[in-house]
């Protein structure tokens, strides 16, 4: 589903931001990636988004070239993905059943099954009776689960998540995290950058840690990190 091969970029002033990095995450993967700050984590997510451009190297995402992606054609890539951000970014003028509605409006899905699906994904994440409200008007993790919901509700092939747990208590980690996982025993492949040692140590997937912009260490499944 991922392929990475020998991928190197560097912002226009600085060190190197990756140097010869290689992947390759298979369908129906989990994996974690887990490095300190500055290690190129976010960097390659974005790369993999299509945000950033490889200075060299290939990419490719869901049997899609990158490299060769004309610019016309990114916002169609983009919503075969799943996306989750640490800060949400939901649409603050709309409420929970609208901000995961649009994820299906922008690709043209007809009303009468953005109707039946929505409130079926707000149900799977636990928000059936908030449909009404506001990202105001939600606590952290809720709005980290409509965040989710509206990731899934095309039911992408691929599911990106940077730092999702970031900004949330314990409890609500642990349940971002169930939800996460329960999309990948869906189907979804699964790609989360984190922080949380405990969460990763916990779950028992497959480690990628990263340190000064290349891929130190797979640690296949099951690894335990002393610190990340």
């Known amino acids: 589903m991922i392929t990475v091969k020998d991928v190197s970029m560097s912002y226009i002033k600085g060190a190197p931001a990756l140097k010869g990095v ?133 039911e992408p092939k691929i599911l990106l998540a940077d730092e999702p747990t970031g900004n949330l208590d314990v409890n609500n980690s642990w349940e971002i995290m169930r939800l996460l996982e329960e999309a990948n025993e869906r189907g979804t492949t699964v790609v989360v950058v984190t922080h949380n040692k405990d969460i990763v140590n916990a779950m028992k997937k497959r480690v990628i840690r990263m340190n000064h912009g290349t891929i130190v260490e797979d640690m296949g499944y099951g690894g335990n990190i002393e610190e990340v």
């Open 22 to 154: 290689n992947l390759h995450v298979r369908k129906g993967e989990f994996v974690f990636v887990v490095g300190p700050s500055g290690s190129g984590k976010s960097t390659l997510l974005k790369l993999l988004l299509k945000e950033l451009n490889p200075d060299y190297g290939e990419i490719t995402v869901a049997e899609r070239n990158l490299n060769k992606l004309k610019r016309r054609h990114i916002p169609a890539f983009r919503r075969e993905l799943g996306v989750v951000f640490q800060d949400f970014r939901l649409l603050p003028d709309r409420n929970v059943y609208e901000n995961v509605a649009f994820a299906q409006r922008v690709i043209g899905v007809p009303n009468k099954v953005i109707r039946r699906k929505v409130p079926v994904m707000l149900s799977m994440v636990g928000l059936a009776e908030k449909y009404r409200s506001r990202p105001d008007q939600l606590s952290g993790g809720e709005q980290q689960r409509v965040a989710i919901a509206r990731a899934l509700v095309n």
